[in-house]
C-alpha cells in the first residue's frame, strides 16, 4: 500500500499516453515506408495511423511497460509488428532494413521535436526552467495551476520516452527493429540462427532490464537533459 500512496498518478498517465502516441509514430512509419517501397499490405490493414488501438501488443504495450513501472524505469516497449510481404518488395533484402530503420529513426525525429521546443520554451518562459530542473531531478510533473505544467510534462517524456525508444529499437534481439536490421545484413545461415531466437526475445529483453543492462538506452537522453539544462 506504501509503494501505491507514492505513486504519482498524473505522471504515470502522462508517461503511458506518450508511450502510445511514439509507438504508434513507430509503427505507422514502418507502415509508411513499407508502402512506398511497394508492399502495401500494413497500408490496407490500417497501420499507416497514429491511433495506436491497431498497433497494440499485449506484451509489449502493456506487460513490458507494467514490468519496467514496478521497477522504477521509464516506460519504453513495443508495438503489434507491421505486416510485410517481401514478394511485393523491389528489393526485399535491401528494402527490409529500410523499413526496419524506419521506426526508430520516426522516434529519433520525434524525441529531437521534443527537445527543440522544450528549449525554445525555456527561452521564452521564465519558468519553464524551474519546471524542467524539477522534472529532471524530482522525475514527476510539478503541481501548478498553470496549463504550462501538462504541456512541459507532455514534451518533456516525449523527449525521454522517444529517444530511448530509438535506441531501444536497435537492440538486436527479437521482436525489436534491430534483429531484423541484423537479420538483413547476416548470411543466410547466421539469419535462420537468429530468427531461432525469435520465441526467447521478451525472456531475453526482461532479464537484460533486471539486470540492469537496459539502462544504455538513456544515454542519448540524459545527453539530450544536460544539454537542456546547460543554458
Known amino acids: 500500500m506504501d509503494f501505491l500512496r507514492n505513486i504519482d498518478i498524473g505522471t504515470v498517465a502522462i508517461q503511458f499516453a506518450v508511450l502510445l502516441f511514439s ?3 513507430h509503427e505507422a512509419a514502418h507502415a509508411w515506408t513499407s508502402d512506398k517501397f511497394g508492399d502495401s499490405t500494413a497500408r490496407l490493414q490500417g497501420r499507416v495511423t497514429l491511433n495506436p488501438i491497431p498497433h497494440i501488443d499485449l506484451i509489449g ?6 514490468l519496467q ?3 522504477n524505469f521509464p516506460l519504453i516497449g513495443w508495438a503489434k509488428p507491421v505486416p510485410t510481404n517481401p514478394v511485393y518488395l523491389r528489393n526485399p ?4 532494413i529500410f523499413i526496419s530503420l524506419a521506426g526508430p529513426f520516426s522516434n529519433l525525429a520525434a524525441g529531437s ?3 527543440v521546443l522544450l528549449a525554445i520554451l525555456k527561452l521564452s518562459w521564465p519558468q519553464a ?5 524539477l522534472m529532471t531531478f524530482a522525475g514527476g510533473i510539478p503541481g501548478s495551476g498553470s496549463i504550462m505544467a501538462p504541456v512541459l510534462g507532455i514534451l518533456y517524456w516525449a523527449m525521454v520516452i522517444n529517444l530511448a525508444l530509438a535506441v531501444f529499437n536497435l537492440i538486436p534481439i527479437p521482436p525489436l527493429d534491430g534483429h531484423w536490421i541484423l537479420y538483413g545484413l547476416l548470411p543466410p545461415g547466421a539469419a535462420a540462427a537468429l530468427e531461432r ?8 529483453l526482461y532479464a537484460l532490464m533486471f539486470m540492469g543492462t537496459l539502462r544504455f538506452v538513456f544515454i542519448p537522453v540524459r545527453m539530450a537533459r544536460d544539454l537542456l539544462l546547460s543554458f
Do not use: C, N, W
Request: charged letters at 10%; aromatic letters at 18%; glycine letters at 6%.
Open 197 to 204: 531466437m525469435s520465441s526467447y526475445g521478451f525472456i531475453i
Open 113 to 115: 521535436i521534443a527537445f
Open 61 to 66: 504495450t502493456i506487460v513490458f511497460p507494467l
Open 129 to 133: 526552467r524551474g519546471f524542467i530542473e
Open 93 to 96: 533484402h535491401k528494402d527490409q
Open 23 to 25: 509507438l504508434s509514430i
Open 69 to 71: 513501472f514496478v521497477a
